[in-house]
């Protein structure tokens, strides 16, 4: 597994690697605080669902551990883990874990046997402790779920890759940032890449840019590079010219990317540019994978229309930050700059998201197994989840 880590924890201590400053800073910031987690996720410190999510049930761990808590009762305390997690919830719309996790953590507070304490200080530290030890556990499985995914996913494209090179290796294109940045390790899609590269199955991988916050060559790039997995990075506009191509490494058998939000019929929420990506992987005959945990999946939404999309602010399309380089062409990562790329008095429109119809996408990669259409054309996720169907 990748020795990059996002979020570094043990009980009482909460580290988050500050993502706004890689790939030319390796600064961990200390979340202990909901306030903290809330603004951490908003301002994309942390940023990818499962990363959110973890980030947010962790930090108020950390702050009811630290004894942030000071309800009397069992009823009270359940109610303020409530209020904080209500509060949580709303640092970002888009991604479902966020809101799966929680919903796991009320009904664990709910769960406690609290019989004979409920007015006691023991009823109130028995919810926080069953509290603590389940957004733990979100932490640990997190990494369990994407090594599966890996698998699952590796496997399923080496059945149904379109085309392979002669030594029956694939290339694929991956967006946005899907690895260890975005989850407690391993990570989804980049996953599934990082698996067909350790099982020597992997002829090259293409990240692209993914403006405008460039999660793919500030994040995905500094991730595959890191791993010595041979690929190459491309703006977000060179993905048609590259699947036209169909010639060697850049002969591009899927493109694997993550989710923020799949629903009901498999219309899947994932960063922008994904949909553009997908149309045209359909049109050159190119596997279109999604790489989503269960926890990623919202069986309550029923198409994609009913997804809220995250609005970001202009400056995210006007100006761009990074390190100097100095004339000698050596970058001074002492030296961080944000420059105007636009007219600032330019009218914008930037949403963080799009959606992919489930029509074009071939599979849904999860930790229990692979999920692809029926003869109906539509996605079924009630086989790998009858508990939440
Ligand atoms: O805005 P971001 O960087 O949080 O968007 C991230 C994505 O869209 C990822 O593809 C998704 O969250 C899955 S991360 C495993």
Redesign the pocket.
């Known amino acids: 597994m990748s020795g990059l880590q996002a979020i570094r924890y043990s009980r009482g201590k909460l580290e988050v690697l500050d993502q706004l400053k890689l790939p030319h800073e390796h600064h961990y910031d200390e979340v202990s605080t909901s306030e903290e987690a809330f603004d951490s996720i908003k301002s ?1 410190r942390v ?6 999510a973890i980030v947010a049930a962790l930090a108020h761990g950390v702050e009811l551990h630290n004894g942030s808590c000071k309800a009397p009762t069992a009823d009270e305390t359940i109610s303020y883990i409530d209020s904080r997690l209500d509060y949580l919830k709303q640092s ?1 719309p ?2 479902v ?1 966020l809101t799966n996790a929680i919903t796991h953590l009320k009904t664990t507070a709910r769960g406690v046997d609290v019989s004979g304490k409920e007015n006691s200080a023991s009823g109130r530290d028995a919810i926080i402790d069953a509290y603590i030890t389940a957004a733990e556990e979100i932490f640990r499985k997190d990494t369990e779920t994407n090594l599966l995914i890996g698998e699952h996913g590796s496997k399923w494209l080496l059945q149904n890759a379109p085309t392979k090179s002669t030594d029956g290796k694939v290339s694929v294109l991956t ?5 260890s940045l ?2 407690s390790g391993h ?4 996953g599934i890449i990082r698996s067909l590269h350790s099982a020597g199955h992997l002829n090259h991988a293409f990240c692209t840019e993914t403006r405008p ?1 460039n ?1 793919g060559s500030r994040l995905t790039a500094f991730e595959l590079v890191y791993e010595k997995i041979p690929s190459t990075l491309i703006t977000d506009s060179m993905a048609g010219a590259l699947f036209a191509l169909k010639k060697a490494e850049k002969n591009i058998a899927a493109v694997i ?4 939000r799949v629903v009901r019929n498999g219309d899947t ?3 922008i540019g ?1 949909y553009s990506l997908a149309v045209l992987a359909k049109y050159h005959g190119v596997k279109f994978i999604v ?3 269960t926890t ?1 999946i919202d069986l309550h939404t029923e198409t994609g229309a009913g997804i809220k999309i ?1 609005e970001r602010k202009a400056e995210e399309l006007t100006q761009i930050s990074g390190a100097v380089v100095g004339k000698d062409g050596k970058v001074d990562v002492s030296r961080t700059e944000c420059v105007a790329t636009a007219h600032q008095g330019i009218d914008v429109w930037n949403p ?2 799009d959606v992919t119809p489930a029509e074009l996408i071939d599979a849904v990669v999860t930790e229990r197994g692979v999920v692809v259409k029926g003869n109906d054309g539509s996605f079924d996720f009630k086989h790998i989840m009858p508990e939440r169907w």
């Open positions: 994309m940023r990818g669902a499962p990363a959110i970002r888009t991604a874990d967006h946005c940032n899907t690895g975005a989850t990570g989804t899609a980049l916050y999660q990317v993550g989710a923020d929420a994932n960063k994904t790489a989503a945990p990623s995250e963080a998201f």
